[in-house]
Structure formats: C-alpha cells, structure tokens
C-alpha cells in the first residue's frame, strides 16, 4: 500500500482544469495556453515549467505533478517512434544524476503511484496531453522511467502497470492520427484542401497511401489536410487527387442528378479543380500516384 500522497487534491484540481482545455483547444495543446496555470484556492498554480521537464509547483510538497519532452525549434527530434512501442513510454531522466531534486520528485511520485501529466511535445511548443500518467519500471542504471497512460475515470483506483501498458498501447493509434493532424494541418494554414475550409473542428487529416509508412505510422508528406465531408468521400475512394493536384470525382457522383444541394454545391463544383499546395508540406508524388489509381479502378 502506498502511502498517502498529500497533494492529491492540487492533481484532481489540475486534470479538472486540463479536461476543459482539452475540450475546447482539443488533446494537443499550444505552450501558451499550459503556460496559463489553473487556480487552485484563490492562488495561480503552474501545470509546467518550459525550462525543466520534471515539474512540481511550489504549492505541492511531494512528487512531480507534471512532466515535459519538447522538440527543439530548429528540426523535429521526436518522432513517432518515441511513442510508446510496446508498453509505456520512456522518460529520460533529467541529467546524468539519479538523484536530482527533479530526478528524486519523479521518483517520489512512482512511490506514491500519484498521477501526473505527460505534456509529450509534438512541434516547437505544442504538447499532446496524456493525463493522467503514472511512472511504471524505473531504471536508476539507465535513467530512465516508464510512463504509462491511465484512465481519468478511474483516479481513485489506480489500475496495474500491465493494465495501464496495454491500454498506452492500445491508444497510440489514436495519439499518432492528433500528431499528424496536427501537423498536417499547421502545413496547410489549416484549410481543406479541396475546398479551403478553415473551421478547426470540421478538419481532421487522411492518410494519402496506407502502405506509405516508412518508420511505422504516416507523417505529413503522406497526408492531407480535408473537411470532414471531403474526408470522407475521399477515404471513400469517391474523390482523387492527381499528383499535380487536379481533383477529380468518381462518376457515380458527377453524373448523379437530383443528389441535393450538398452534391451540386460542396462536391460537383470541386471536379477538375485544382488542390494548392502549400509551400512548406506535401504528400510524395509517389502516395499520390498511388492512391490516384486506386481511386481510379475503383470508379
Ligand atoms: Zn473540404
């Protein structure tokens, strides 16, 4: 039994405050908005601190309420491959001395199974959320601790390391597809590109050739930027895209008559018009080509 952790009530206050970014910013968060803290009794508490990436707020007297992995401005360091692989994540500890006093709060946190935030950095200054997260397996030798990913439902009884291994597991699918939507909408000024619709939570990304996969999950130069309705009939294999970026529908919906305004407005109109492209991001020719002919057959 561990023991009792005394700032239980400063954590079940911050994943309360998280929940409500995350349903309005959604799971990956800009720094500027973690930077803004929670209020907790009348008093400003920091979620992360943007130098150290072990952190615990002064107001909370044992274990770390939160850690950080950034990617650095200049390159994308963390991949995709950093996510867990087979069980938890792996979190290097700060430095080459296991008993830091960052170091030791982590530790003290594993200790108390207390649960903490994972801000697991995707770009320059943009974090995923995983919350609440758990030490798992330390390695003092290594420097490194596991990290894994339980269920906000559940605060009170915390599930076993190997429950909670398989559940990360079973989410990184998820956790990959918020990456790459990210990404691949911060490429394309976060607009559709088929039509150019630019409302946040009616864009997602689609994956332009499933096999394209190289290092195991897709990356922005094999994905587009769609509306949910342009995601949708081109996941269908309704719409296709030509490497030079001609759009093209399938005839069972340009020769469709009678189809509603939806059809004569939002798809017909997009028929030999042109995607373009944005400067910094596009998918290979090679996934496009790809996929064009599968579209192809298929219509
Ligand atoms: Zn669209």
């Given at each position: 039994?561990p023991?009792?952790?005394?700032?239980?009530?400063?954590?079940?206050?911050?994943?309360?405050?998280?929940?409500?970014?995350?349903?309005?910013?959604?799971?990956?968060?800009?720094?500027?908005?973690?930077?803004?803290?929670?209020?907790?009794?009348?008093?400003?508490?920091?979620?992360?601190?943007?130098?150290?990436g072990i952190?615990?707020?002064?107001?909370?007297?044992?274990g770390a309420?939160s850690i950080k992995t950034?990617?650095?401005?200049?390159?994308?360091?963390a991949?995709?491959d950093d996510l867990a692989v087979e069980g938890g994540f792996v979190y290097h500890f700060q430095g080459t001395d296991p008993d830091t006093f960052d170091n030791n709060a982590l530790e003290y946190s594993a200790s108390l199974d207390a649960?903490m935030?994972y801000?697991f950095?995707?770009?320059?200054?943009?974090?995923?959320?995983l919350?609440?997260a758990y030490a798992g397996a330390i390695d003092r030798t290594a420097l490194t601790c596991e990290v894994v990913i339980?269920?906000?439902?559940?605060?009170?009884?915390r599930?076993t390391t190997e429950?909670l291994r398989r559940?990360t597991v079973?989410?990184?699918?998820?956790?990959?597809?918020?990456?790459?939507?990210?990404?691949?909408?911060?490429?394309?000024?976060?607009?559709?590109?088929?039509?150019?619709?630019?409302?946040?939570?009616?864009?997602?990304?689609?994956?332009?050739?499933?096999?394209?996969?190289?290092?195991?999950?897709?990356?922005?130069?094999?994905?587009?930027?769609?509306?949910?309705?342009?995601?949708?009939?081109?996941?269908?294999?309704?719409?296709?895209?030509?490497?030079?970026?001609?759009?093209?529908?399938?005839?069972?919906?340009?020769?469709?008559?009678?189809?509603?305004?939806?059809?004569?407005?939002?798809?017909?109109?997009?028929?030999?018009?042109?995607?373009?492209?944005?400067?910094?991001?596009?998918?290979?020719?090679?996934?496009?080509?790809?996929?064009?002919?599968?579209?192809?057959?298929?219509?």
């Open positions: 039994m023991p009792t952790d005394p700032d239980a009530e400063i954590r079940l206050v911050a994943f309360d405050a998280l929940r409500s970014l995350v349903a309005r910013h959604g799971e990956i968060l800009p720094w500027e908005v973690i930077a803004e803290g929670f209020q907790h009794r009348g008093e400003r508490i920091l979620f992360a601190n943007r130098a150290r952190f615990r707020p002064k107001q909370m007297t044992a309420l950034t990617v650095p401005k200049a390159g994308r360091v991949r995709y649960p935030i801000f950095g995707v770009a320059p200054a943009r974090y995923l959320v919350f609440p339980g269920s906000a439902n559940e605060l009170a009884t599930a429950v559940r079973v989410a990184k699918p998820r956790w990959e597809h918020a990456i790459l939507r990210d990404r691949t909408l911060s490429a394309w000024d976060h607009r559709c590109a088929v039509c150019s619709l630019s409302t946040p939570a009616l864009l997602d990304a689609s994956v332009v050739w499933p096999d394209g996969a190289l290092r195991g999950a897709p990356e922005e130069d094999n994905a587009l930027p769609l509306c949910l309705l342009h995601r949708d009939v081109f996941d269908l294999d309704l719409l296709g895209i030509e490497p030079v970026g001609t759009i093209r529908l399938a005839r069972s919906l340009t020769a469709a008559v009678g189809g509603g305004p939806v059809l004569d407005a939002a798809l017909k109109p997009f028929d030999g018009a042109r995607v373009r492209w944005p400067s910094v991001s596009r998918p290979r020719d090679e996934f496009l080509l790809q996929r064009f002919e599968r579209f192809a057959r298929a219509a």
